[in-house]
């Protein structure tokens, strides 16, 4: 089997020279190694992290027994480096490569038997993936390809923009985009459903969009359908009353006790807090002063597209700041969303400040869902996102046009081109019955032209 280490480090040689004082492996180091390009392969957002990777000790504890003098080894021969933070439930230690070894990988072979074992029970380990989702698993094929060299050559391309422009982290990023179009060419793929928030995690969700250019299926282009704006147009679900009520027979619209069956443990401890937002919700139309109507409002702007801009006029008149690019915005809202509601009053957080004067009672409806955890609002909303996606609308397409070729990315559905009409009108349709509004959808065409490098 191989993997990836970086093409400075000999690590025969160095064994050979500075001999463990503990029985070892070889094979065992190069897999920890490995680890600093694989774990940021499957999570875009660690490419962005200066090249800091969080190891799960118990996850390589078994596999490695004694896993913790393999990494003292590699970390006394500077080799990797930690941050040492460990929280217990919270945060995992973080290694990177020395800056000597931030380099571009090479491949080495690995040999021990009972290692590749259980890498391969781990990978391929997509059973009970893909029974539950067998009308998307059945696309991961040998006829979902990439054109490996035109890939590389861009990937290389951008490799050395980075480096001209600076990047913190240029070849931790080109050597995860490089593993992932190795593994798309060997069909190596990964399918798996996640726990928490039951998004499907594939080759393609974490490859950088860039790379999926170069993808096709039986040779045909692909396009994607994206939900716009996903996020805060689900949130909408979460400002209607009959969200947290009991369900009526007959009624398709989410409900809490489905999303989260877990919601009276993790979110509301007690009823009366669920009681409690039911109230804010229902009352919200007769509360006086600035508050009067903001849900109907908030709502109103996120369903017509205008809700960013709209934003951004008002951080324009209140600070004087003008912002041009809309994912400066996205990025405030997901401030306001997703950061702990004690993160307010520091200079940082103006944007949630901003926001709970425009929207008081939508901000207090997201800071009750969070009280009890920062993660809960984003947990609701994912589980909502994957619950539409993959049940209903991948599951209707898969019963109308079994031959279609079809995948996901999170809020989108990926398919051949031409089926794009097909695929965004049942979008709509099952968000209509499963959300009580119709988002607006984007259609976006996959083809190499537009991975070229200025």
Known sequence: MKQYIPESLDIDELLSEKPPAFKYYRDNFIYILNLITEIPSRNKDLLDANGWVPIHAHTLQSRIRDYDKYLDYLIENKILETDNQYLPGEKSKEYRFTKEHRVV?????????????????????????????????????????????????????????????????????????????????????????????????????NSKSGLRNFITYGGAGLVSVDIKNSQPWIST???????????????????????????????????????????????????????????????????????????????????????????????????VFFSANQFFHQREAWPKEMFSDLYPTVYDVFKSIKRHGQANLAILLQRMESKLMLDYVAKRIGKECPGMPMFTIHDSIVCPFGEQGYVARVIQEEALKCIGSTPSVSVESWHQEKSKIA
């Open 105 to 205: 990988n090479k491949g080495v072979e690995i040999e021990k038997y009972t290692l590749i074992k259980s890498i391969l029970c781990n990978v391929h380990h997509r059973a009970d993936s893909e029974k539950k989702y067998p009308y998307l698993a059945k696309w991961f094929n040998p006829d979902l390809n990439i054109d490996y060299s035109s890939a590389t050559d861009y990937l290389y391309q951008e490799y050395e923009m980075n480096i001209m422009l600076e990047d913190e982290n240029p070849d931790g990023k080109y050597n995860a985009s490089m593993l992932n179009a190795e593994k798309f060419k060997e069909h190596d793929f990964y399918f798996h459903v996640d726990g928490t928030v039951n998004r499907l995690h594939t080759n393609l969700t």
């Open 237 to 335: 679900l979460l400002l209607d009353s009959r969200f947290y009520e009991k369900p009526k027979i007959g009624s398709f619209l989410f409900n809490i006790k489905d999303i989260y069956p877990k919601y009276t443990q993790d979110i509301f401890l007690t009823s009366e807090e669920l009681d409690s937002i039911i109230m804010i919700v229902k009352n919200e139309l007769s509360l006086d002063g600035k508050g009067k109507g903001d849900i109907r409002s908030y709502t109103d702007k996120v369903l017509d597209g205008s809700l960013y801009e709209y934003i951004a006029e008002e951080i324009k008149s209140t600070h004087g700041y003008i912002i041009s690019n809309r994912k400066e915005i996205k990025k405030m809202i997901f401030t």
